[in-house]
């Protein structure tokens, strides 16, 4: 299963760092990533990353957050920076994961973490 973590109540301009380890019988992670839902609309792509560190952001967020990952931890973190309220969401990491013992990778979601950008 995937764990995220970080989501919270922030100022517009503000900051916040959300985390996703994953855990279970894993042989290997390969993308990794976040999507995000705002009350009322369809989840979206928000940042990808390759297991070798290729990113790929949406244009909402690019110069804004950064997305990285940790290898040896099976985790991935979500940098936001200037944060405005249309960030508002549940944010949802995303993982292709290739478990012990099973031939392919499949993709699996996190439970999903609220951040409220508000003042």
């Known amino acids: 299963p995937l764990q995220a973590s970080g989501g919270g109540l922030v100022q517009p301009g503000g900051s916040l760092r959300l985390s996703c380890a994953a855990s279970?019988?894993?042989?290997?992670?390969?993308?990794m990533g976040w999507y995000r839902q705002a009350p009322g609309k369809q989840r979206m792509f928000v940042a990808r990353?390759?297991?070798?560190?290729?990113?790929n952001y949406a244009d909402s967020v690019k110069g804004r957050f950064t997305v990285s990952r940790d290898n040896a931890k099976n985790t991935v973190y979500l940098e936001m920076n200037s944060l405005e309220s249309e960030d508002t969401a549940v944010y949802y990491c995303?993982?292709?994961?290739?478990?012990?013992?099973?031939?392919?990778?499949?993709?699996?979601w996190g439970q999903g973490t609220l951040v409220t950008v508000s003042s």
């Open positions: 995303n993982c292709n994961v290739r478990q012990i013992g099973v031939l392919r990778p499949n993709d699996y």
């Open positions: 279970g019988s894993i042989f290997r992670i390969y993308d």
């Open positions: 990353i390759t297991r070798d560190g290729s990113t």
